[in-house]
C-alpha cells in the first residue's frame, strides 16, 4: 500500500525553528515529486512547493518562496517542510502529497495525502 | 497566483444532484485540462475523487463526475448520500509546475 507518513504535532514559540518530515512508503520514492500543503485553522489548501527527491529539484509558490525550505533525503524516502523562524500565523496543518502524472514536467493531481502535521505557534 | 473561487457552501436532500462550480482564469483552469477535485471530511486528510477534468480515480463512486467550460470547473455529486457530506476543494495547474487551490465548498446533506 502506497502511503506517506507525517511526524507528529508540534507546538513552538515565535523565532523557533522546526522541520517537519513525511516519509513515504510502498513505492519508488525518488520517482514521484511530493508538494507540501497548508491548511490554516477553519480554512482552505494553500498549494506551498513541491520537490523531486530523485534530483531535489524544487519549485515554491511565489507565496511562500523566502517564507520555507523544502528538502528531501531519497536514501531514507523522506522529505522536509522547515522554518527558520517561526510566527504565529505559520500555525495550521501541514500536509504533504505525491504528485502522479509527470516526472519531467509535472502538472499532475496529488494522492495519497500524509495524515497532516498540526504546528502550533504560540508564545 | 489568485485561489480558485468556489461557493463557500452548497446542500441537498439525498438522492438528488449537486454541481460546484470552480472559477479561474485564463492561466489556470482556462488553459488545461488539469483541474483536480478533493474531498476532506472532519479532521481528515484530502482525497482525490476526480482527476484531469473529468478521470475518476480507482475506487471512486461513479456518482462522482467532473468536466470544464471555458475557466470554469465543475464537480458533480448525483444520487447524494449522507457520506458525501464534507469539503470539497478544486485545484488547478497554474503553469511554471505551481498549483492554485479553490477556497473550499461545504456540502450540507439535509
Known amino acids: 500500500e502506497v502511503q506517506l507518513v507525517q511526524s507528529g504535532a508540534e507546538v513552538k514559540k515565535p523565532g523557533e525553528s522546526l522541520k517537519i518530515s513525511c516519509k513515504g512508503f510502498?513505492?519508488?520514492?525518488?520517482?514521484?515529486?511530493i508538494a507540501w500543503v497548508r491548511q490554516m485553522p477553519g480554512k482552505g489548501l494553500e498549494w506551498m512547493g513541491i520537490i523531486y527527491p530523485g534530483d531535489s529539484d524544487i519549485r515554491y509558490s511565489p507565496s511562500f518562496q523566502g517564507q520555507v525550505t523544502i528538502s528531501a533525503d531519497m536514501s531514507i524516502s523522506t522529505a522536509y517542510l522547515q522554518w527558520s523562524s517561526l510566527k504565529a500565523s505559520d500555525t495550521a496543518m501541514y500536509y504533504c502529497?505525491?504528485?502522479?502524472?509527470?516526472?519531467?514536467?509535472?502538472?499532475?493531481?496529488?494522492?495519497?495525502w500524509g495524515q497532516g502535521t498540526l504546528v502550533t505557534v504560540s508564545s | 497566483q489568485s485561489a480558485l473561487t468556489q461557493p463557500a457552501s452548497v446542500s441537498g436532500s439525498p438522492g438528488q444532484s449537486i454541481t460546484i462550480s470552480c472559477t479561474g482564469t485564463?492561466?489556470?483552469?482556462?488553459?488545461?485540462?488539469?483541474v483536480s477535485w478533493y474531498q476532506q471530511h472532519p479532521g481528515k486528510a484530502p482525497k482525490v475523487m476526480i482527476y484531469e477534468g473529468s478521470q475518476r480515480p480507482s475506487g471512486v463512486s461513479n456518482r462522482f463526475s467532473g468536466s470544464k467550460s471555458g475557466n470554469t470547473a465543475s464537480l458533480t455529486i448525483s444520487g447524494l448520500q449522507a457520506e458525501d457530506e464534507a469539503d470539497y476543494y478544486c485545484c488547478s495547474y497554474a503553469g511554471g509546475s505551481t498549483w492554485v487551490f479553490g477556497g473550499g465548498t461545504k456540502l450540507t446533506v439535509l
Open positions: 485564463s492561466s489556470d483552469v482556462g488553459n488545461y485540462n488539469l
Open positions: 502529497a505525491r504528485h502522479i502524472g509527470g516526472v519531467a514536467a509535472p502538472r499532475g493531481w496529488f494522492d495519497p
Open positions: 510502498g513505492y519508488s520514492f525518488s520517482s514521484y515529486w
